[in-house]
């Protein structure tokens, strides 16, 4: 069965980078697209970046256009999320989708899901 581990979340002051990382396994992910998610406390999830297949559509949130960055790796089946600049507003767990097709912004879309990983911001 399809199964996605995330890691990386930890505890950051404000401005400070952190690298996220998500792992698939458990089937073929060809013509996959992949995202990142998030969900603060009290609030719905949703979306931070995705990216294609290929790697040649990307797209991320206003909020974290700039200071985020997506990217995969097909043979490792393994998507990262590299994010500079954090703010307090950026604390949320942090959660890998996965679906078969264009990426997409929208939680609904995504067929498998990672449990999250948690970051914290600290001002």
């Known amino acids: 069965q399809v199964q996605l581990v995330e890691s990386g979340g930890g505890l950051v002051q404000a401005g400070g980078s952190l690298r996220l990382s998500c792992a698939a396994s458990g089937g073929t992910f060809t013509y996959y697209a992949m995202g990142w998610f998030r969900r603060a406390p009290g609030k719905e999830r949703e979306f931070v970046a995705a990216?294609?297949?290929?790697?040649?559509?990307?797209y991320y949130a206003d909020s974290v256009k700039g200071r985020f960055t997506i990217s995969r790796d097909n043979a490792e089946s393994t998507v990262d999320l590299h994010m500079n600049n954090l703010a307090p507003e950026d604390t949320a767990v942090y959660y890998c989708?996965?679906?078969?097709?264009?990426?997409?912004?929208?939680?609904?879309?995504?067929?498998?899901w990672g449990q999250g990983t948690q970051v914290t911001v600290s001002s």
């Open positions: 989708g996965i679906r078969r097709g264009p990426p997409t912004d929208a939680v609904d879309d995504y067929d498998y």
């Open positions: 990216i294609s297949w290929s790697g040649g559509s990307i």
